[in-house]
């Protein structure tokens, strides 16, 4: 049980940090001038794929977790680490991405490509780096043994 939950605790990791960035290239394109509308489309509608994606990967590594630290015994300071911060960016990720991602979707789909737009897309480029710097942040404890 023990290792099946670990497989998909790091399978959940492997989807989770590849479709973060993966969106995080997409709010790139959605941000440039240089990109016609109808390729801003299509890229807007990959990045809401990729939302869906990383968010079922980020809540397979949160049930695998739990199951994991129902088959461990005493926990050491890197486990108790990785719980807490992990698990606060497992579920900042959750709601503040999947959210964003939403309400930019609609904003693109109608064709406002305005201000307002552009403030939506730098917030979500600036949260998918916090998430992706809070899962190296785990990785560092979690191999650090601390
Ligand atoms: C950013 C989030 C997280 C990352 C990057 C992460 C990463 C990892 C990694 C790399 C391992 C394998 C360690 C090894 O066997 O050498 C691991 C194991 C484990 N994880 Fe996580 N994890 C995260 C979140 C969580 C959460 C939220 C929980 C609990 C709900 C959790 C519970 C566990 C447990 C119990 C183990 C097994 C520890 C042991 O071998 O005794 N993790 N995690």
Do not use: E
Not at 1 to 28: Q, Y
Not at 122 to 139: A, D, E
């Amino acid at each position: 049980m023990k290792d099946v939950a670990w497989f998909f605790h790091m399978l959940g990791l492997a989807v989770w940090l590849g479709a973060i960035l993966g969106m995080a290239v997409c709010v790139l394109g959605l941000r440039s001038r240089h990109i016609s509308n109808d390729v801003k489309q299509v890229l807007n509608k990959l990045q809401g794929k990729l939302t869906i994606v990383g968010a079922a990967g980020a809540l397979v590594m949160l049930i695998s977790g739990g199951i994991l630290l129902g088959t461990s015994g005493a926990s050491p300071l890197w486990v108790n680490l990785m719980t807490g911060i992990g698990g606060a960016v497992i579920i900042f990720s959750l709601i503040a991405i999947t959210l964003q991602s939403h309400f930019l979707s609609v904003r693109i789909q109608s064709g406002s490509f305005d201000d307002i737009l552009s403030r939506q897309l730098n917030l979500l480029y600036v949260t998918s780096w916090i998430v992706m710097i809070g899962i190296i942040v785990v990785l560092g404890i979690v191999s650090a043994r601390l």
